[in-house]
């Protein structure tokens, strides 16, 4: 499966402070597919995008998808399909902490208020 990024250097800090950047995937079937990024994260000493696709048909509700995420000496961003279902188990767990986290903070948010 390749992989285009819309932007052509996305570094971590740069995908935490744009609100919408976006990947453009290259499915096997050709077909291209929009995403936002959700957030780049590490889970087991590597980094992984989290990927939300902008066309609703494409994935079922909520569905988010997960790659490896890297970067070349230039800084230019490149994603890897996550070979196993060991290491998909340990990425799929520390994204779902991270929005775990991201719905108490938001609750304590709204409480404080």
């Known amino acids: ?3 285009e990024t819309k932007n ?3 570094g971590r800090q ?4 744009t609100e ?4 453009t995937l290259t499915l096997d079937d050709g077909t291209d ?3 936002v990024v959700l957030t780049i994260f590490e889970a087991g000493e590597r980094d992984y995008i989290a990927l939300l696709p902008l066309d609703g048909r494409e994935a079922e509700d909520g ?3 997960l790659y490896r995420y890297l970067e070349d000496a230039d800084g230019n961003p490149d994603l890897e399909n996550i070979e196993s279902d060991e290491e998909y188990e340990i990425v799929a767990d520390a994204f779902d902490e991270i929005l775990d986290a991201e719905e108490y903070d938001e609750l304590v948010g709204e409480d404080e208020l």
Do not use: F, I, P
């Open 1 to 3: 499966m390749e992989k």
């Open 8 to 10: 052509n250097r996305a």
């Open 14 to 17: 740069e995908a935490e402070d």
């Open 20 to 23: 919408e950047m976006t990947v």
């Open 33 to 35: 597919l929009e995403c």
């Open 63 to 65: 569905e988010v998808y």
